[in-house]
């Protein structure tokens, strides 16, 4: 086997214990505006070949994913639609203290 046949990547929020779970960037849901949800654009993976020429690729976006552990508070999408910002992980959240559950 030659390289990675799965890539991840993520992050988490941490708050002091007892104290409700925070807002993530602005406090919005993913909804496809760049101006409410953060995200992290133009993402890429470096592909090797056994030749050990190399080329950037965008992942395929029907193999691609988003979850969230807490999708009351929190969500995460992806969108490869916009040719400027190229594929990008949107993500955020009121957090619980302002989400009504």
């Not at 406090?27 to 760049?34: L, M, R, T």
Request: hydrophobic residues 35%; aromatic residues 16%.
């Amino acid at each position: 086997m030659f390289g990675a046949q799965t890539v991840q990547y993520g992050g988490a929020m941490h708050t002091s214990q007892g104290m409700a779970f925070p807002a993530m960037g602005s406090g919005y849901f993913p909804d496809n505006s760049y101006s409410h949800a953060c995200y992290t654009r133009q993402i890429q993976y470096l592909l090797q070949f056994l030749n050990e020429s190399q080329g950037w690729s965008v992942p395929e976006y029907w193999r691609a994913s988003a979850h969230t552990s807490s999708e009351h508070y929190y969500g995460a999408a992806v969108n490869d639609a916009n040719d400027f910002m190229g594929y990008t992980l949107l993500f955020g959240g009121p957090g619980r203290a302002n989400c009504g559950v």
